[in-house]
């Protein structure tokens, strides 16, 4: 069996996507052309969605000079499905509550992230890994040179020592998002009191939905260890979470991930 592979960066969103792309049914070339449509992609969406160009549809949003109706379908499915995260995060997740106005950047790279896959897999990838800056969409595992699968491994680092993996997750399908200071420091608000969120130190989200999981980790770092309830959902009985106290440094867990049936 043959296997075509590739790994790529992309420099976007003030960031990098870092990719990992394997096929056995096409070649290195045609996944070279499916990154291609993925950067126009990436192209697209920072237009669309940036908050830091004037002319994109978020900034001129928040500027009030359109409505949500007038924009295109992306963000209109952005704007619905951040409502929703919302409602689902009891209002610790809550984009219009920010100096500025709406602002998704709390959900779109989780969402673009599935994106990216959806493209990749269309154009005949079975095996993807999409890391936008700590939010990871899993496709079809990872495939060895031998052609056996394996599931992704993605460690989840002490926020207080970058050196140190605290937590190894194996994921087959679906994706992950992890939120904490790693990257921009403290940058999470508390949409209710307006200042800097002081729930948790870490918090990591796994389930079926990039953007939902991106989302639920940013409400996480809000709420800390009283979020563990949100979970109890049935919109969320496929999504977990892993986090890291800000205050004793201790972790817990709660969803399928940590459960574990008794034996009969």
């Known amino acids: 069996m043959s296997i075509a592979r590739g790994a790529y960066e992309i420099q976007t969103w003030g960031t990098i996507v870092y990719i990992e792309a394997a096929s056995t049914t096409i070649d290195r070339a045609a996944i070279d052309a499916a990154i291609e449509d993925?950067?126009?992609?990436?192209?697209?969406?920072?237009?669309?969605?940036?908050?830091?160009?004037?002319?994109?549809?978020?900034?001129?949003?928040?500027r009030n000079e359109i409505e949500i109706g007038q924009c295109p379908k992306d963000v209109q499915e952005v704007w619905d499905a951040c409502q929703n995260a919302k409602y689902l995060s009891n209002g610790a997740f809550d984009p219009w509550a920010v100096k500025g106005g709406f602002d998704p950047s709390g959900y779109v790279k989780g969402w673009a992230a599935d994106h990216i896959a959806h493209i990749l897999t269309q154009e005949?990838?079975?095996?993807?890994?999409?890391?936008?800056?700590?939010?990871?969409?899993?496709?079809?595992?990872?495939?060895?040179?031998?052609?056996e699968i394996e599931p992704w491994k993605i460690?989840?680092?002490?926020?207080e020592n970058r050196a140190e993996i605290l937590r190894i997750f194996e994921i087959l399908e679906g994706a992950i998002?992890?939120?904490?200071t790693y990257e921009r420091g403290a940058h999470i608000t508390d949409p209710f009191t307006g200042v800097i969120a002081i729930g948790a130190k870490s918090a990591?989200?796994?389930?079926?939905?990039?953007?939902?999981t991106?989302?639920?980790?940013?409400?996480?770092?809000?709420?800390?260890?009283?979020?563990?309830?949100?979970f109890g959902q049935p919109?969320?009985?496929?999504?977990?979470?892993?986090c890291i106290d800000r205050h004793d440094g201790g972790a817990w867990g709660v969803g399928p991930e940590f459960f574990t049936p008794n034996a009969e």
């Not at 993925?38 to 928040?62: G, H, P, W």
Request: aromatic share 6%; charged share 15%; with cysteine.
């Open 38 to 62: 993925v950067k126009s992609f990436v192209t697209d969406v920072d237009n669309a969605f940036s908050t830091y160009k004037e002319n994109s549809f978020i900034s001129r949003l928040r």
């Open 235 to 242: 919109e969320l009985a496929q999504y977990s979470a892993w």
């Open 124 to 147: 005949g990838c079975g095996h993807i890994q999409v890391n936008a800056a700590g939010d990871l969409t899993l496709r079809g595992g990872n495939i060895l040179d031998s052609g």
């Open 214 to 230: 991106d989302a639920l980790a940013t409400a996480l770092m809000v709420t800390g260890d009283e979020g563990a309830d949100l």
């Open 177 to 180: 998002a992890t939120s904490g």
């Open 155 to 159: 460690g989840v680092v002490n926020p």
């Open 204 to 212: 990591t989200v796994l389930g079926p939905d990039g953007g939902l």
